[in-house]
């Protein structure tokens, strides 16, 4: 009877550590997506994205790419948009800082361009780019402040993405990129409502030379072409 007994708590306590350890699995398999939902809530977002260390702010972009929230605006570019990046790239050598899923460097017509290389802090984004590699086109996961390169391009392309970048360095950031252009080169910032990034435009238009300023019919967002 003895050894019935100790038989029947040892199945018990088996399944008591059996039930824990599933227990501990659902806490564990729920705990990404609590903290994916907490990351990208609005005001947390903001926050986290200008001025969260940088493993922090790739995470919080993975959310948002994992949530779905930014794959309708990665999936349609601007006409306009295309347009100016083929106009001004003058087959040249492209860089897309903040590039995301690389929908842009695929929309731009290939003849129009030597070279496209991307760089996204987001390794969700980067992973589905790089799938639209080829000998011509590269991306890179990297936060686009501290990115380095040897490399000259004759258009750098920062196109709804120069805000993520903290309001007190990105003055220093943008001469690190104009040191980064060719010959005749230049730079597109460009953001929608722009409205709300009226002291980024001001500090593009009072230290640099603008080129083109523009707002596109097809939205309400601003482009600055400058050097």
């Known amino acids: 009877d003895s050894t019935s007994g100790m038989l029947a708590d040892r199945r018990l306590s088996e399944r008591h550590v059996e039930h824990r350890r599933a227990a501990t699995q659902r806490e564990t398999n729920c705990m990404p997506?609590?903290?994916n939902r907490l990351?990208?809530?609005?005001?947390?977002?903001?926050?986290?994205?200008?001025?969260?260390?940088?493993?922090?702010?790739?995470?919080v972009h993975d959310a948002t790419y994992q949530s779905g929230e930014w794959q309708q605006l990665d999936e349609t570019v601007s006409q306009e948009l295309i347009a100016l990046v083929e106009r001004t790239a003058g087959?040249?050598?492209?860089?897309?800082?903040?590039?995301?899923?690389?929908?842009?460097?695929?929309?731009?017509?290939?003849?129009?361009?030597?070279?496209?290389?991307?760089?996204?802090?987001s390794t969700e984004a980067i992973t589905y780019a790089q799938k639209r590699?080829?000998?011509?086109?590269?991306?890179?996961?990297?936060?686009?402040?501290?990115?380095?390169?040897?490399?000259?391009?004759?258009?750098?392309?920062?196109?709804?993405?120069?805000?993520?970048?903290?309001s007190m360095s990105r003055l220093s950031f943008l001469r690190r990129c104009v040191q980064r252009l060719a010959a005749n080169g230049c730079i597109l910032v460009t953001a929608v409502e722009p409205d709300r990034f009226t002291s980024m435009f001001a500090a593009i238009t009072s230290h640099f030379e603008v080129l083109e300023d523009q707002t596109f019919s097809e939205g309400h967002r601003r482009a600055v072409l400058f050097r």
């Open 133 to 166: 590699a080829d000998e011509h086109t590269r991306f890179e996961q990297h936060d686009i402040e501290s990115w380095r390169s040897d490399e000259t391009f004759d258009l750098i392309v920062i196109t709804e993405a120069l805000y993520y970048v903290n």
């Open 91 to 121: 087959t040249g050598r492209v860089l897309d800082l903040g590039c995301g899923p690389g929908t842009l460097a695929t929309s731009v017509d290939r003849n129009k361009v030597r070279s496209y290389v991307g760089v996204d802090i």
């Open 39 to 59: 990351l990208t809530a609005p005001g947390v977002r903001y926050f986290a994205t200008r001025w969260a260390p940088r493993s922090l702010r790739r995470r």
């Open 33 to 35: 997506s609590l903290l």
